[in-house]
């Protein structure tokens, strides 16, 4: 059924969990299932089907090689359907041919913004055009309204606010992976939130804001609390492109969006490896 596999790639993407989509993409002769027919393969399940037998069992198997080598690009395979087909998938004698589509369906990057300042803000409506878990955070609600996140109402990203006056309680919220920038309105809760963004092994990458001197203090602070030089090392501050140098908010968001993006696409070409 299309709802069926519809769901389950919802599923995927809601649980970040990866799978391929597999789709028959053309018949010539007989099948068990006409072109269209869609199925979602995940790492121990699937939904969906394509007509049973050796050719699903086939696409299936084909599949979950895909997940285990983390294959990023799109397979296409041709396949007979005759009493040919090894017995432990299921002979099928329809006497056709066809063509399977076999789609990766990678986890989706999850960002998570600390601070819906000036600056925050305009991050978050650049990360809002991009294929994203976009969790925004702050401790104020007044600055997490639907008069200044509206804005954010036609974005491409998954938006996920969170009210919280204990920020860094979010922290063990947000889910493996996610890319943490620190941008809030008060030093005190910058610090908290390195400190626990330190504490947590299911993080990627974390961002700070602020300048020299004020990683210089958070550094002396973060040691005393007991983190290790390879604690710290862990936080990158300043964050940004070092040769994009203005100081307006909408500038600054720019520069820090396009380092991420770059840290992103990083990674996806290290999977495709």
Avoid: Y
């Avoid at 809002?128 to 509206?150: M, P, Y």
């Amino acid at each position: 059924m299309t709802v069926e596999w519809l769901s389950a790639v919802e599923r995927l993407r809601r649980e970040r969990r990866p799978g391929v989509l597999v789709t028959l993409t053309s018949v010539r002769g007989h099948s068990p299932r006409e072109a269209g027919a869609k199925m979602v393969v995940g790492v121990g399940a699937t939904w969906g089907s394509i007509g049973g037998g050796n050719l699903e069992a086939t696409a299936v198997a084909r599949a979950r090689v895909m997940l285990d080598e983390s294959t990023v690009a799109p397979e296409q395979i041709s396949l007979s359907l005759n009493d040919k087909a090894p017995a432990e998938h299921g002979q099928q004698c329809c006497g056709g041919e066809v063509q399977v589509l076999l789609e990766p369906l990678a986890v989706v990057p999850a960002v998570a913004i600390f601070g819906i300042g000036h600056v925050g803000l305009e991050l978050a409506r650049i990360l809002a055009r991009h294929d994203l878990e976009l969790h925004l955070v702050d401790s104020r609600a007044d600055q997490l309204g639907h008069d200044r996140l509206g804005v954010l109402d036609d974005s491409t990203a998954r938006v996920h606010v969170h009210h919280a006056p204990v920020p860094e309680l979010v922290l063990g919220q947000v889910p493996h992976g996610t890319h943490v920038l620190v941008m809030t309105h008060d030093h005190a809760e910058d610090a908290a939130l390195c400190d626990g963004a330190l504490r947590c092994q299911h993080l990627g990458s974390i961002g700070l804001i602020g300048s020299s001197a004020k990683w210089s203090r958070f550094r002396q602070r973060l040691a005393a609390e007991g983190h290790s030089e390879a604690d710290l090392a862990r936080i990158q501050t300043p964050i940004g492109l070092a040769d994009l140098t203005g100081k307006d908010p909408a500038t600054i968001a720019l520069s820090v969006a396009a380092d991420l993006v770059r840290v992103v696409e990083s990674e996806r070409s290290q999977v495709a490896r």
